[in-house]
Antibody
Framework: QLQLQESGPGLVKPSETLSLTCTVS??????????WDWIRQSPGRGLEWIGS???????YYNPPLKSRVTISVDLSKNQFSLELRSVTAADTAVYYC???????????WGQGTTVTVSS | QSVLTQPPSVSAAPGQKVTISCSGG????????VSWYQQLPGTAPTLLIY???KRPSGIPDRFSGSKSGTSATLVITGLQTGDEADYYC???????????FGGGTHLTVL
């Protein structure tokens, strides 16, 4: 059974870079036909798709965040990662890693990790 | 402001039926499959419906989805108190080249 687990700092200072890693177990990123996602949810708000990466390294980013986001994949570790630069309090959220097939039915989610941006 | 529009809240009594709408446009719902998610308090979302109307293994047939034009609908019948949650629709948007979600609908089972 595929499982996703987010890891990274729970507190980031304003203007710094938020870095999270998602470890995939029970399956392989390499050669799969899935896209690997980062999705966030600000307190009391809805879901916001941040971006996706394919095992080949192709990436897709949400336009409002595109200038600050980099998603990368490490096939040797079966992990993919998120970097969000120049963070502000508005980036405080629960960050989920997830996956979706071509049709964007996000079928596996990590448990989520809370990231607070504060000095 | 979400690309997909959902009512903020709906409510119904146990045993009744509720309908949740999701409205979009030709660059998203009109040309792509819709999925629906249930988020229970304090937990990650789970996939309820994919490809407009298909249920993943383990999802009861009380949950059903449909799509017409640029709108989609989630129907829940035989409501149970355990269905009280937030529900989100999602799809791909070709104009944004991005995944998009609705703002979410909170279901209260009275």
């Amino acid at each position: 059974q595929l499982q996703l687990q987010e890891s990274g700092p729970g507190l980031v200072k304003p203007s710094e870079t938020l870095s999270l890693t998602c470890t995939v177990s029970g399956g392989s990123i390499s050669g799969s036909t899935y896209y690997w996602d980062w999705i966030r949810q600000s307190p009391g708000r809805g879901l916001e798709w941040i971006g996706s990466i394919y095992y080949s390294g192709s990436t897709y980013y949400n336009p409002p965040l595109k200038s600050r986001v980099t998603i990368s994949v490490d096939l040797s570790k079966n992990q993919f990662s998120l970097e969000l630069r120049s963070v502000t309090a508005a980036d405080t959220a629960v960050y989920y890693c997830a996956r979706h097939p071509t049709n964007f039915g996000v079928d596996v989610w990590g448990q989520g990790t809370t990231v607070t941006v504060s000095s | 402001q979400s690309v997909l529009t959902q009512p903020p809240s709906v409510s119904a009594a146990p045993g009744q039926k509720v309908t949740i709408s999701c409205s979009g446009g030709s660059s998203n719902i009109g040309n792509f499959f819709v999925s629906w998610y249930q988020q229970l308090p304090g937990t990650a979302p789970t996939l309820l419906i994919y490809d407009n109307n298909k249920r993943p293994s383990g999802i009861p047939d009380r949950f059903s989805g449909s799509k017409s034009g640029t709108s989609a609908t989630l129907v829940i019948t035989g409501l149970q108190t355990g269905d009280e949650a937030d529900y989100y629709c999602g799809t791909w948007d070709s104009s944004l080249t991005a995944g998009v979600f609705g703002g979410g609908t909170h279901l209260t089972v009275l």
